[in-house]
C-alpha cells in the first residue's frame, strides 16, 4: 500500500473517530425495544395521569408498553411485506398530511386575527331569503310555555286563566310567581325540538305527538305530583322550510367559511407573490 493510501485510510479513521466523539452522549433511559426501535420513559410519562396511584401506575405502563410494542411489530411486518409501491403511496399520504396540518394550522393563525365574525341582520335575512329550501327540518319544532303547579295551588284558576291570556299584564304577574311553581318556562319566543319538549314534560307520551304538537293547543295535563298546564303556540313539522331565527347560527357558518376561503386565497396569492419579489421563489423555464 502506497503511503498516499496509508494517509487517506488514517484521515478517514480520524475523520469516524472525531464524529463518534463529537456526537452527543444519549442520556434516555429505554424501557422497550422491538428490533431496532426503542421506548423511552420520557415517550410515556406525559401519557401519566398525574393523580395515578402507583399500583395503577404500574398497571397503565404495562399495557402502554404492550400496546408499542404490538403496533411497532405491526408497522416492521408491514414495512416487511407490503409492496414497495404501497409504502410509497403511504409515505406520500403521511408527507401530504403532515403538509397540510402545518399550513392550515399557520393560516388559522395569520387568518384568526384578519377575520371579521360580525354580520349584520341584512347579511343573514339576504342569505336565508336567496337560499330557503336549503333549509329543512330534520325534526319537529315548536314554540311553547308551561308551569308545573302542585294539585292544591292557591288561586288555581287565576293562574291559569293568566297563563291562556298571557297578555303583557299576566306575564309580569306570573313571572311575580314563578317561586312558587315546580317548575316553568313561560319564554314562548323560542324554537324548541320537540325531542327537547316531551323531555322537559314527562307527563306526556311522545308516542302520541300528532295529538299534542298543534298550533293554538292549550293542555292540562296531572301526575301523581301535581298539574302541568301547557300552551303550544306554533308547530313546525320535519322537512318543512326551518324558520330564519333557528337557520341563523348555520348562516353565519356558512357566511364565516366563506370569508374563511377567500381570506385563505388572499393570503396564499400574498405570500406567493411576496416570494417572486424577494426572490425566495423561482420559476425555471
Known amino acids: 500500500m502506497s503511503k498516499f493510501s496509508i494517509y487517506i485510510l488514517f484521515s478517514v479513521c480520524l475523520l469516524l473517530i472525531g464524529c463518534n466523539y463529537f456526537q452527543p452522549e444519549d442520556t434516555r433511559i429505554p424501557i422497550a425495544r422491538v428490533n431496532q426501535s426503542f421506548l423511552y420513559q420520557e ?66 393563525l395569520i387568518l384568526s386575527g384578519k377575520i371579521d365574525t360580525v354580520f349584520n341582520e341584512e347579511e343573514l335575512q339576504k342569505y336565508y331569503e336567496e337560499n330557503t329550501s336549503n333549509f329543512k327540518l330534520n325534526q319537529d319544532l ?55 319538549f316531551f323531555r322537559q314534560l314527562p307527563v306526556l307520551s311522545s308516542e302520541e305527538s300528532k295529538e299534542y304538537l298543534k298550533e293554538d293547543n292549550f293542555l292540562q295535563q296531572a301526575d301523581s305530583l301535581g298539574v302541568y298546564l301547557i300552551k303550544i303556540n306554533n308547530v313546525l313539522f320535519r322537512n318543512e322550510n326551518a324558520p330564519f331565527e333557528y337557520a341563523q347560527p348555520t348562516i353565519k357558518q356558512i357566511l364565516l367559511n366563506r370569508k374563511k376561503i377567500k381570506l385563505s386565497k388572499d393570503f396564499e396569492k400574498e405570500i406567493t407573490k411576496d416570494a417572486l419579489k424577494n426572490n425566495k421563489f423561482e420559476i425555471y423555464n
Open 142 to 196: 315548536l314554540k311553547f310555555r308551561y308551569i308545573y303547579l302542585n294539585k292544591k295551588f292557591p288561586e288555581f284558576d287565576k293562574i291559569k286563566k293568566q297563563f291562556v291570556r298571557f297578555d303583557k299584564e299576566d306575564q309580569e304577574q306570573l313571572e311575580k310567581e314563578t317561586l312558587k311553581f315546580k317548575a316553568y318556562s313561560l319564554n314562548d319566543s323560542v324554537w324548541v325540538s320537540s325531542r327537547d
Open 43 to 108: 415517550d410515556i410519562k406525559d401519557f401519566l395521569p398525574d393523580d395515578i396511584t402507583t399500583e395503577d401506575s404500574a398497571i397503565f405502563v404495562n399495557n402502554y408498553v404492550k400496546n408499542w410494542a404490538t403496533e411497532q411489530l405491526l408497522l416492521d411486518q408491514a414495512k416487511l411485506n407490503l409492496p414497495n409501491n404501497k409504502q410509497q403511496e403511504f409515505d406520500k399520504l403521511v408527507k401530504d398530511y403532515r403538509t397540510e396540518l402545518y399550513t392550515e394550522a399557520y393560516k388559522d
